[in-house]
C-alpha cells in the first residue's frame, strides 16, 4: 500500500544531542514537508522540498535541518540549537509543489528530550 | 497576512447529535480551505477540501462544509455524529499557487453516550 512512513514513533533524546527523524513516502510525490505540532498551536511549518536536491525554509526552521537526495526521503534532523525541541512532528506530501492539492500525512513521531 | 481562527478549543455533543465546527478564515484572494480530522496520537486525513464552485462540499465519513464568502468562513458539519468521530479537527488555508498552508489551532471533539 501506498502511504508515508515515519520512523521512530517515539524518540528520546538527551539536551545537547543532535537526532534525526526519517520520513519516507512511495507516493511518487513530489513535494514534502515537516510540521511541528504543539498542544493548542496547530500545526507550524519547519521546512518543505518541492523537488530533489531543493528544499526552503518555513516558519519555525531555527534549530533544524533537512536533505531531500532522494525523492522518496526527507529526513528532519533536530540540532542541539532547537531549545524547545519536544513535541510532535508530522511529515507530509503532496503531488504537486503546492499543498493545495491533497496532503498526505505520516503518522508522526513523538520527540522527546530527556 | 493569512490566518486560520477556529474558536472552539473543545466541544462535547451526544452520539447522534448534529455538529458544526466553526473556522473563520483571513485571507485576501479566493482561499484553497481544507478539513482535517486527526486521532490520538496518529497523523492528519483529509476530510474535504474547496477550491472553487459549489460552495457546499461534501467529505468522507459524512461531513460536509459550507463555504461563506461573506462571513469568511467555512463551517464543518455533521448530521449525526457517531462515537468513532472523537478526533481532533483542523480547518486550513491555502494560498492560490502557493506552498504555505496555514492551519487553525483545532478543535477537540468529544462524543458521549
Known amino acids: 500500500d501506498g502511504g508515508i512512513t515515519q520512523s521512530p514513533k517515539y524518540l528520546f533524546r538527551k539536551e545537547g544531542q543532535n537526532v534525526t527523524l526519517s520520513c519516507e513516502q512511495n507516493?511518487?510525490?513530489?513535494?514534502m514537508y515537516w510540521y511541528r505540532q504543539d498542544p493548542g498551536q496547530g500545526l507550524r511549518l519547519i521546512y518543505y522540498s518541492q523537488i530533489v536536491n531543493d528544499f526552503q525554509k518555513g516558519d519555525i526552521a531555527e534549530g533544524y535541518s533537512v536533505s531531500r537526495e532522494k525523492k522518496e526521503s526527507f529526513p528532519l534532523t533536530v540540532t542541539s540549537a532547537q531549545k524547545n525541541p519536544t513535541a510532535f512532528y508530522l511529515c507530509a506530501s503532496s503531488i504537486g509543489s503546492s499543498l493545495n492539492t491533497e496532503a498526505f500525512f505520516g503518522q508522526g513521531t513523538r520527540l522527546t528530550v530527556v | 497576512a493569512q490566518s486560520v481562527t477556529q474558536p472552539d478549543i473543545h466541544i462535547t455533543v451526544s452520539e447522534g447529535a448534529s455538529l458544526e465546527l466553526r473556522c473563520n478564515y483571513s485571507y485576501g484572494a479566493t482561499p484553497y480551505l481544507f478539513w482535517y480530522v486527526q486521532s490520538p496520537g496518529q497523523g492528519l486525513q483529509l476530510l474535504l477540501k474547496y477550491f472553487s464552485g459549489d460552495t457546499l462540499v461534501q467529505g468522507i465519513k459524512g461531513f460536509e462544509a459550507e463555504f461563506k464568502r461573506s462571513q469568511s468562513s467555512f463551517n464543518l458539519r455533521k448530521p449525526s455524529v457517531h462515537w468513532s468521530d472523537a478526533a481532533e479537527y483542523f480547518c486550513?488555508?491555502?494560498?492560490?499557487?502557493?506552498?504555505?498552508?496555514?492551519f487553525g489551532a483545532g478543535t477537540r471533539l468529544f462524543v458521549k453516550a
Open positions: 507516493l511518487n510525490h513530489d513535494a
Open positions: 486550513a488555508v491555502g494560498e492560490a499557487g502557493g506552498f504555505k498552508t496555514i
